[in-house]
């Protein structure tokens, strides 16, 4: 069990379900936003976990999953929210 990951999930399902076999956990010490729909100014973020996945990251902050990329300095740059659900968010990379 990883208590990480939503219940039932290990990194190797996350592997599995997005055929990524080097997807990882990467470490939270780095700023993560969320660009505004509104404005061209981002919004900081908190994760609890961030997950690399076929060059792309999933970062869960609270019961949601949001969709971005590792920026040059490491920073990951979101654009959406891709909901609750991590298979739901894993289909939509």
């Known amino acids: 069990m990883n208590p990480n990951l939503p ?5 190797e399902r996350v592997r599995r379900a997005s ?4 997807a990882d956990r990467l470490s939270l010490e780095r700023l993560v936003v969320v660009a505004r729909y509104d404005s061209a100014d981002y919004d900081v973020l908190e994760p609890d976990l961030i997950l690399s996945v076929g060059g792309l990251c999933l970062a869960r902050v ?11 300095d490491g920073s990951v740059i979101c654009w959406a929210s891709y909901g609750p659900d991590l ?7």
């Open 87 to 93: 298979a739901e968010a894993i289909r939509g990379l």
């Open 62 to 72: 609270g019961d949601e999953w949001f969709m971005g990329e590792i920026d040059v």
């Open 19 to 22: 055929g990524d076999a080097e």
């Open 7 to 11: 219940d039932g999930w290990t990194i």
